[in-house]
């Protein structure tokens, strides 16, 4: 199947290549769209763990968009989308029940905030990974999300500018992965 804008397969799949072993930037592809994209502080890593600042290797479901909508207008995608309010949270605390869910502040435990002043998660894409089942300790809160000055690295996520990233999720499609390799 071939799309007249994108190649063939846009939307469907997209993999993530780095630049070098170790590397901290990488390739994003999605049928013919190239975008370069920042990486964890430390690379890519299989056996991901809590807090190591590594992107995980492996393939990932795309699973739904949250968007700044004091930002932004609602972004184009056929992806399950919703707008981030001021008590969204993301859990990071193994011991919690809620490890690796979305949460609501102040919540008890750690949680990340995921309506932030710099810009960074105006556009969030959540991934699949350590999800069913959620492992206490492997990883959470990985995302694409938009990438900080500079395309700095990142504490596990995948980040790009924040217009490639709008233009990969208006070219998703529900059932989209996402594969990052090692």
Request: glycine fraction near 12%; charge should be positive.
């Amino acid at each position: 199947m071939k799309s007249r804008r994108n190649g063939p397969q846009a939307g469907a799949q997209l993999i993530v290549r780095a630049l070098a072993a170790g590397a901290q930037r990488g390739i994003l592809a999605s049928g013919a769209l190239r975008f370069p994209c920042a990486l964890g502080r430390t690379g890519r890593r299989v056996g991901k763990r809590e807090g190591d600042g590594a992107t995980p290797v492996g393939r990932f479901a795309l699973r739904e968009v949250f968007y700044r909508g004091d930002r932004l207008m609602r972004p184009r995608t056929r992806l399950p989308i919703a707008a981030l309010g001021r008590c969204d949270g993301w859990c990071d605390d193994p011991a919690d029940r809620n490890y690796n869910r979305r949460v609501r502040h102040l919540y008890p435990t750690s949680a990340e905030h995921l309506w932030r002043h710099d810009h960074l998660y105006d556009v969030i894409v959540v991934l699949g990974y350590n999800e069913t089942p959620r492992v206490k300790g492997r990883g959470s809160a990985i995302f694409m999300h938009v990438a900080g000055p500079g395309m700095k690295p990142t504490e596990g996520c995948i980040a790009l500018s924040r217009g490639h990233l709008l233009r990969l999720i208006e070219c998703a499609r529900r059932g989209a992965t996402i594969t990052i390799l090692p």
